[in-house]
C-alpha cells in the first residue's frame, strides 16, 4: 500500500491512497473520542462519503477484532462505555466496531444507526451468528457499512487485518444476501424477507429444488415511513415497535432471534419499570413543591393575622391591606388547583388527602378574613376600631 507523508506545523499526517482517492488518515492524538475524531475528520474532508471512507479506513487499519473474547456476552448496546473502551485498548467486537462508527458519524451530523441481526450463508441461506453492522443515508439513499468485516478476517480463531471496500457503503439488497436485521425495518426494502421464509428458503436450497426468487417472498412494507416514526420514538417506544415488527415477520425462527427477542423483552420490562419509578419520583416532586407552596401561605396567613391583632398597626394604606389578602387568596388558589390534581394518585393518596384537609380548613379561615378585610376598607375609619370588637 502506498503512503504519503507530509510535514505541516510540526505535525504528522498520513494518507491512505485508494485507486485515484487520497484518504486521510486520523493522527493518534485526535482519535481520543468520537467527538474529537469527527472533529478531525470534518476538517479534512470535503462530503459524508469522503468523511466515512476515512473513518472506514481509520476502524480497520487501527481496531484489531477481539478474536479470544469473540463468544463475550454483550452486556451493553451502543454505550459510551463501548466507545471508551475500544479506543483505549484497540481491540473490539462487532458491537464496538458499529458503535465508534456509528458515533462518530452522529458526532458530525451524520445519521449513522447501529443494526443488530445475524449473518447468513449466501448460498445456503443458514444463520452463522448474531452480528452488528450500520445503515446510513449517503446522498439521498440508505447505505450499508460493516466496519468490522471490513477491517479483515478470523481464520482458525486468530484474527488478520486486511481492509476489504467490498463492505463500505452497499446497497440494501446486496446487503441483505448476507446480513439480516432482526427488526425487517432496517432491510431497507419495500417486500422485506421474513425470519420464517429464510428457514424454509434455506431448506429448499439444501433440498437441491433449485433458485429461489428471494425478493418475491416478502410481505409490502413501506419502511420510510417506519423510519420517520422511528427516529422520534423513544427507547422504549423503539424496542416496543421492534419487537412487534420482528414477531410479525417470522418470529424466533432461529436461535439468534430468541436471544435478541428475550434480550429486548427483559429491557422493555426493565426501562417500562424505571418509567414508573421515574413518574413516581416526578409525582412525589410535585407534592413536595405543593407542600411549600401551603407552608408559604400559613406563613403569609399568620403574618396577616399578627398584623390583624395589632389593629393592622403602624397605619397602612387600604391598598396595601388589601394585596397583603389577595396575595393569600391568589396563593392557596394555586395550591387547591394543584392538589386538586394529585388526589387520586395512589402513592401519594394518604399524604394529599391529609394536606387537603388542612387547605380545606385553611380556605374556610381565610375566606372569613377577605371579609372582614372587605368591609375594613368599606367602613369610615373613624369607626374601623369597633370592628376588631366585633
Known amino acids: 500500500m502506498k503512503r504519503l507523508f507530509s510535514l505541516v506545523a510540526g505535525v504528522l499526517f498520513f494518507f491512505e491512497s485508494v485507486g485515484q482517492t487520497t484518504i486521510p488518515q486520523i493522527p493518534a492524538s485526535e482519535a481520543t473520542s468520537a467527538a474529537s475524531m469527527a472533529k478531525w475528520l470534518k476538517a479534512h474532508t470535503t462530503n459524508s462519503t469522503a468523511f466515512q471512507k476515512a473513518l472506514f479506513s481509520w476502524i480497520a487499519n487501527n481496531i484489531e477484532y477481539d478474536a479470544p473474547n469473540m463468544n463475550r456476552p454483550n452486556s451493553y448496546k451502543d454505550t459510551t462505555a463501548a466507545i471508551?473502551?475500544?479506543?483505549?485498548?484497540?481491540?473490539?467486537?462487532?458491537?464496538?466496531?458499529?458503535?465508534?462508527?456509528?458515533q462518530v458519524c452522529k458526532a458530525a451530523?451524520?445519521?449513522?444507526?447501529?443494526?443488530t441481526g445475524y449473518t447468513i450463508q449466501e448460498k445456503t441461506m443458514l444463520p452463522i451468528g448474531s452480528h452488528d453492522w450500520i445503515v446510513v443515508p449517503d446522498a439521498g439513499k440508505w447505505t450499508i457499512v460493516d466496519?468490522?468485516?471490513g477491517a479483515g478476517v478470523v481464520e482458525?480463531?486468530?484474527?488478520?487485518?486486511?481492509?476489504?471496500?467490498?463492505?463500505?457503503?452497499?446497497?440494501?439488497?446486496?446487503a441483505n444476501k448476507t446480513h439480516v436485521p432482526y427488526d425487517p425495518i432496517w432491510q431497507l426494502s419495500?417486500?422485506?424477507m421474513g425470519h420464517d421464509d429464510i428457514v424454509e428458503l434455506s431448506k429448499i436450497i439444501r433440498s437441491?429444488?433449485?433458485?429461489?426468487?428471494?425478493?418475491s417472498k416478502g410481505k409490502p412494507f413501506a419502511f420510510n415511513d417506519s423510519i420517520r416514526v422511528w427516529m422520534k420514538q423513544t427507547r422504549i417506544q423503539r424496542l416496543r415497535s421492534s419487537a412487534s415488527r420482528i414477531r410479525s415477520y417470522g418470529g424466533a425462527a432461529n436461535p439468534f432471534i430468541m436471544s435478541e427477542l428475550d434480550w429486548m423483552d427483559q429491557t422493555i420490562k426493565v426501562l417500562a419499570a424505571n418509567q414508573e419509578v421515574e413518574q413516581d419520583n416526578r409525582q412525589i416532586d410535585a407534592f413536595n413543591a405543593i407542600n411549600r407552596d401551603y407552608t408559604e401561605v400559613v406563613k403569609m396567613y399568620n403574618e396577616y393575622v399578627r398584623f390583624k391583632n395589632s389593629q393592622f398597626t403602624p397605619e397602612m394604606a387600604d391598598a396595601g391591606i388589601k394585596k397583603m389578602m389577595d396575595g393569600i387568596v391568589a396563593k392557596l388558589g394555586g395550591v387547591k388547583k394543584s392538589l386538586s390534581g394529585m388526589m387520586a394518585i395512589e402513592s401519594i393518596k394518604q399524604n394529599a388527602n391529609e394536606l387537603n384537609d388542612a387547605v380545606v380548613e385553611m380556605d374556610g379561615r381565610v375566606?372569613?378574613?377577605?371579609?372582614?378585610?372587605?368591609?375594613?376598607?368599606?367602613?369610615v375609619k373613624g369607626k374601623r376600631r369597633e370592628l376588631f370588637f366585633e
Open 208 to 215: 437441491n429444488k433449485g433458485a429461489v426468487d428471494i425478493a
Open 367 to 379: 375566606k372569613t378574613e377577605q371579609l372582614f378585610v372587605n368591609k375594613y376598607i368599606k367602613t
Open 147 to 149: 466496519p468490522t468485516w
Open 190 to 192: 419495500t417486500a422485506p
Open 156 to 174: 482458525n480463531g486468530k484474527f488478520t487485518k486486511r481492509l476489504n471496500w467490498k463492505w463500505f457503503q452497499i446497497y440494501p439488497y446486496e
Open 109 to 115: 451530523g451524520i445519521n449513522a444507526i447501529v443494526v
Open 84 to 102: 471508551a473502551r475500544t479506543l483505549q485498548t484497540k481491540l473490539g467486537l462487532c458491537t464496538d466496531y458499529a458503535v465508534l462508527y456509528a
